[in-house]
């Protein structure tokens, strides 16, 4: 529904389906789809890199797509997963306010290094204060993470997770 709601006007876009295509591809396990779906459009200027929805949906999707299961057997593309690394490890640099909220809402205790560091501190901040994000950002990023919150729950992405965080903060 999303993906036909979306071709009635893409330009334009009245209905905003690009702030929940991403989690309906998730959830309909459309990993790939996702992702062509991102790297055609971003490579046409529609700058969805600037969403915080598809910042994390893409990596998710790579995350998925990298990881086959073949005849029983687990196969991961390593280059797809470097990917997924990458694109997790860009999505936490560009919006910092959504990993201790999605952390909360999945009822996970962060690590005392992740939930004590001044990057993801900083970016929880009220927007009046010496917050990293301007409202517009924060709600956002608080709408994703209200829809999205489950899909995290995966015990698969958990650590995938946990090891983005802990490169990101060696790299700021």
């Not at 952390?103 to 005392?112: F, G, N, Q, R, W």
């Not at 993470?145 to 958990?158: N, Q």
Request: net charge negative; aromatic share 10%.
């Amino acid at each position: 529904l999303c993906k036909l709601m979306l071709s009635l006007d893409p330009v334009g876009d009245p209905l905003g389906v690009t702030l929940m295509i991403d989690f309906y591809a998730l959830r309909a396990n459309q990993h790939a789809w996702l992702v062509r779906f991102y790297s055609e459009w971003e490579s046409a200027g529609r700058n969805l890199s600037q969403l915080p929805n598809f910042a994390y949906a893409v990596a998710v999707g790579y995350f998925y797509t990298a990881r086959q299961t073949v005849d029983g057997k687990d196969i991961v593309d390593e280059t797809l997963a470097e990917s997924s690394n990458e694109a997790l490890q860009k999505a936490l640099i560009m919006f910092p306010g959504v990993l201790l909220p999605l952390l909360d809402k999945c009822s996970i205790e962060p690590d005392k290094k992740a939930a004590g560091h001044k990057f993801f501190l900083d970016a929880q901040a009220p927007p009046d204060s010496s917050s990293t994000q301007s409202r517009g950002l924060a709600m956002l990023c608080a709408l994703y993470v209200g829809r999205s919150f489950h899909i995290w729950k995966d015990p698969d992405l958990l650590p995938w997770l946990e090891e983005n965080v802990t490169k990101v903060i060696e790299r700021v």
